[in-house]
């Protein structure tokens, strides 16, 4: 049989793909610490070693699916400052969102007990905003940005995050 690495490529990223997605569901189920690496791999169909090739770890899976979640949430082109954020929150809110509730509120608590992928998010967002507006003012909307998510975590999904934020970032339309 000749050797396909077209075809191992794909079958290596479809695994990939799936030890997200049921990663995802089962953390969003029974919450981030009641889930183990075999519980992901054996819902998922994979072995172990499947799951290593792509994950050095569970929150090395986290951080990487936060990053694939965040990469193009940049408005590239000739936009305003103010488009360019809208975009940047709104889209970032609706994959938060997406992702669903245990998993913002893991995210969060991993990040202020100090987990790596809290940091990262927030370093990432904080440069973004910068490239927009100057430091105070990127320090100001990303604090409303993550206060509005954490109150969306707390309340249990009962707020309107966009809205909030929205209405808050409109006063930047003309700066």
């Known amino acids: 049989m000749k050797y396909n690495n077209e075809s191992r490529t794909a079958k290596s990223n479809e695994n990939k793909d799936k030890i997200i997605e049921v990663a995802l569901k089962l953390i969003n189920e029974k919450g981030f610490d009641n889930v183990s690496v075999s519980e992901i791999t054996k819902e998922a169909g994979v072995s172990k070693g499947a799951f290593y090739i792509h994950f050095e770890s569970k929150e090395d899976l986290i951080e990487k699916q936060i990053s694939m979640y965040f990469d193009d949430s940049k408005l ?36 202020v007990l100090g987990g790596f992928h809290g940091k990262t998010k927030l370093a990432y967002d904080l440069a973004y905003v910068k490239e927009l507006y100057n430091e105070e ?39």
């Open 76 to 111: 590239e082109g000739d936009y305003s400052k103010y488009e360019k954020l809208e975009y940047f929150l709104i889209t970032s809110i609706k994959r938060i969102k997406k992702s669903g509730l245990k998993m913002c509120q893991v995210w969060f608590s991993h990040g």
């Open 137 to 175: 003012i990127a320090k100001e909307i990303v604090s409303i940005y993550y206060g509005a998510l954490n109150l969306w975590c707390f309340t249990d999904g009962a707020i309107e995050v966009e809205e909030i934020v929205l209405n808050y970032i409109n006063k930047y339309k003309e700066k």
